[in-house]
T-cell receptor
Framework: GQNIDQPTEMTATEGAIVQINCTYQ??????LFWYQQHAGEAPTFLSY????GLEEKGRFSSFLSRSKGYSYLLLKELQMKDSASYLC??????????FGTGTQLKVEL | EAGVVQSPRYKIIEKKQPVAFWCNPI?????LYWYRQNLGQGPELLIR????????DSQLPKDRFSAERLKGVDSTLKIQPAELGDSAVYLC?????????????FGPGTRLTVL
């Protein structure tokens, strides 16, 4: 089975940097995804990591350490519109995603 | 290009009533998923289709839930009879291969309230 842990809530200031952590325990691993979900809306894809290291995409970066079962999503130059839930999800293969409970990020002035 | 379409967006029913949700995936996406998302939780997979075949329905409560994707395009998820605990957002997604991974695209969801 899959077990995914991420903090329930985080608060950060506009313009700052925030790191959202995710730890996982899986019986098989074929990649880790981060999704963003604004309230009342559908999750949207942010990133995918399957190899160790950092993947950078604009203001967002995602890191993976397979040996530690650990990932983080780094958001730079925070904007108010970044207030959302950030979902960590793991796939063990076969197109099946197991999601964490999500981290609700609140960006304040 | 149109995204994943779901209807209705909202549904309020009384317990023991039946309800059905419809999903039309992105054109060309062979894989279709139904998820349930409870408040403050991540989506949980109910069923996954590859074309018209249900390849993973292990999390679908088969006593009251059913799904179909007869022509391998659009899909319907049904609950009969609905229970209070079925109140949730039902998300449909479809995916496309990006080589090393499959990117899932989600629809806006149907918010079900069972009274």
């Amino acid at each position: 089975g899959q077990n995914i842990d991420q903090p329930t809530e985080m608060t950060a200031t506009e313009g700052a940097i925030v790191q959202i952590n995710c730890t996982y325990q899986t019986s098989g691993f074929n990649g880790l995804f981060w999704y963003q979900q604004h309230a009342g809306e559908a999750p949207t894809f942010l990133s995918y990591n399957v190899l160790d290291g950092l993947e950078e995409k604009g203001r967002f970066s995602s890191f993976l350490s397979r040996s530690k079962g650990y990932s983080y999503l780094l958001l730079k130059e925070l904007q108010m519109k970044d207030s959302a839930s950030y979902l960590c999800a793991v796939t063990g293969g076969g197109n099946k995603l197991t999601f964490g409970t999500g981290t609700q990020l609140k960006v304040e002035l | 290009e149109a995204g994943v379409v779901q209807s209705p967006r909202y549904k309020i029913i009384e317990k023991k009533q039946p309800v059905a949700f419809w999903c039309n995936p992105i054109s060309g996406h062979n894989t279709l998923y139904w998820y349930r998302q409870n408040l403050g939780q991540g989506p949980e997979l109910l069923i996954r289709y590859e074309n018209e075949e249900a390849v993973d329905d292990s999390q679908l409560p088969k006593d009251r839930f059913s799904a179909e994707r007869l022509k391998g395009v659009d899909s319907t998820l049904k609950i009969q009879p609905a229970e209070l605990g079925d109140s949730a957002v039902y998300l449909c997604a479809s995916s496309i291969s990006r080589g090393s991974y499959n990117e899932q695209f989600f629809g806006p969801g149907t918010r079900l309230t069972v009274l």
